[in-house]
């Protein structure tokens, strides 16, 4: 299924959008200009994208924003170009099982990157395959959704959290790749009809807290909906 035909990727991607920052409209396209062609008072802003461990990785899309608005998304590499100095957001959105990691320069895990450039700028989205091996000196949080029946409910929106801070978010069945020996909360969004009512081994708190031993292993985490 390719990207442009994919209907449920699409649907998730206006939800992620819809959960975390608010879209209140869309202003432009991505805006290509060629090499040597800007005005003094913008820059090109480039974002690309690979595979932790330096492996290609190009289409995934990304989304700039600009005072919550959403001014231009392509898939990478793309170009956005912008004016000097003012303030930006980027988004890196997920594909399938390949899963935001962090921004290469910064190492920051956070997918909406907050940026104002002056000069003609590349950042770099690192990502990795859920289903392929575990980083060094990282876990999994898998997380899956069910039905008060134990029916399984695909593309419900979760969240993982540190410190107060949504660090990835995800749509179920997911998961998240984690640093050892340290804490989160992993938290499930309601959906239409169902909403939330546990956890499977019957914890209510819709923020769920994992400890992350000092080993690399897979911890899962099933929420339960009802009706």
Known sequence: MSREDSRTDGARRL???????????????????AHGSLPPNMSALTVT???????????????LYSNNLVIA???TPTQFIVNNSQSYTVLADDYGSLQFFQWQDTGSASRYRAISISSNTTIT???????????????RISVST??????????????LWQNSAMVRDCFS?????VANAQSYQVAVADFGSETFAH?????????????VGSDSTTIGLTAVYSP
């Open 15 to 33: 939800r992620r959008i819809f959960f975390v920052m608010p879209l209140l409209m869309v202003a432009a396209l991505p805006v290509h200009v």
């Open 146 to 159: 069910v039905d008060s029946n134990g029916g399984a409910l695909t593309g419900y929106y979760a969240t």
């Open 73 to 75: 998304g392509g898939f």
């Open 199 to 211: 956890w499977s081994d019957g914890n209510s708190n819709r923020f769920y807290t994992v400890s």
């Open 125 to 139: 989205a690192v990502y990795v395959d859920t289903n392929g091996p575990l980083p060094s000196g990282y876990s």
């Open 49 to 63: 994208s690979q595979l932790y461990g330096g492996g290609p990785s190009s289409g995934m899309y990304a989304v």
């Open 173 to 177: 069945p997911c998961s998240f790749f």
